[in-house]
């Protein structure tokens, strides 16, 4: 858990000292910083998504989890915990805290990146995957807050709960996760991003957290490829 700790603490320290930019940017720059972020944005969503093997069970994850989730009303539930932390934790021009806190929620914590660190950290007590994804969430952290405010320094309590819960359960989950597994969460939790990507462009409003249940799907998904996997390309 000490890499999560971290984590979480380069994600707060980040969101301070993008809130410091955020506070003295004029309008005309934070649209370039808008612009920039949604760029960044698609680019990281884009070479996350190109990770999988197994495009067919992308597109299934996506639509199946999309329905799951709209059924599900979980955007809806996670904006509601975003409203609720802005009236405890801060002031009515905090920015789009909402927003922020989402976004930067499903980008911290999609990403393989976060599972091979979480599995390194829990079984064998390596630190090292989970410490650089740290540095460049703390990166992250900076730009988003620079431009949707405060609410980005709450998505340390999903990466607390998310990656340290994994950490915890990493001997348990071990068995199930394989390069296959890695590489599907990764296409996934790439087309996310680039939800989110779309969201921070003005290009589409789009319920990323809704899709969450994808993440779910293609795991079963691949659990079930012995027996399915010769029929998809």
Not at 83 to 104: P, Q, V
Not at 130 to 156: H, R
Not at 160 to 166: C, D, M, N, P
């Amino acid at each position: 858990m000490i890499a999560t700790f971290v984590n979480t603490a380069t994600v707060i320290v980040g969101s301070i000292i993008g809130l410091l930019v955020h506070r003295g940017i004029r309008d005309e720059f934070r649209t370039a910083v808008f612009t920039a972020v949604g760029v960044v944005t698609l680019v990281i969503g884009t070479a996350m998504a190109l990770e999988t093997q197994r495009f067919l069970y992308l597109a299934l994850s996506l639509v199946l989890g999309g329905l799951l989730g709209t059924a599900l009303h979980i955007e809806d539930a996670i904006l509601g915990l975003g409203e609720r932390l802005k009236r405890s934790f801060a002031r009515d021009d905090a920015g789009d805290f909402t927003g922020g806190f989402l976004s930067a929620s499903v980008l911290f914590c999609v990403g393989a990146l976060t599972i091979i660190g979480a599995f390194e950290a829990g079984v064998e007590g390596n630190y090292g995957l989970l410490l650089t994804k740290s540095v460049m969430d703390g990166f992250m952290a900076i730009l988003l807050t620079a431009t949707y405010g405060v609410g980005v320094a709450f998505s340390a309590i999903s990466i607390l709960v998310y990656q340290g819960g994994l950490t915890l359960l990493s001997t348990l989950l071990r068995p199930i996760v394989n390069d296959l597994v890695l590489s599907e969460i990764s296409g996934v939790g790439g087309a996310m991003v680039l939800m989110i990507g779309l969201n921070v462009l003005n290009l589409r409003r789009v319920k990323t957290a809704d899709f969450l249940p994808a993440l779910v799907v293609v795991v079963l998904l691949v659990l079930a490829d012995p027996w399915i996997g010769a029929f998809v390309l």
